[in-house]
């Protein structure tokens, strides 16, 4: 029996990007290569990997951020969630964009994306007032 390869990873490119339409497959462009983001309301930053050969596979991912609080006054938690990879050349966007009020997302935010527990992907960003 042939053992299964494992899916290959690249991060493909990082910073800031266009307006994401979650609604769509299409990847948001990359604006600017960095780390360091000037953002104002809308500003779009993060990730995009290159999978392959990881069709039917499951990836998890983190989205450690500064501490800002929801409409009941508790500190938001980690985002986290999964996302399936539907074809064996896959990308897949890891990324937020700032809103209101920018001051409580200012700071530093820490991206991960892992597969079947071991991270396979990691992006420090610092959000900075535009």
Known sequence: MMAKRKPVFKMISYG??????RESAKIPHILNFTTRIEAEI???FGYVLQINGGKGE????KIE????K???GKIVPPFEGDQFIRTNDFQFYLGDCAWQPLEDKLGYWELTTY???KVV???????VKK
């Open 121 to 127: 992907a990691h992006k420090d960003f610092e959000l």
């Open 42 to 44: 809308g500003t779009e």
């Open 58 to 61: 499951t990836l998890s991912f």
């Open 16 to 21: 800031e990007y266009s307006k994401w339409n």
């Open 65 to 68: 951020h500064p501490p800002f």
């Open 70 to 72: 929801d409409e009941n």
């Open 115 to 117: 597969y079947s527990g």
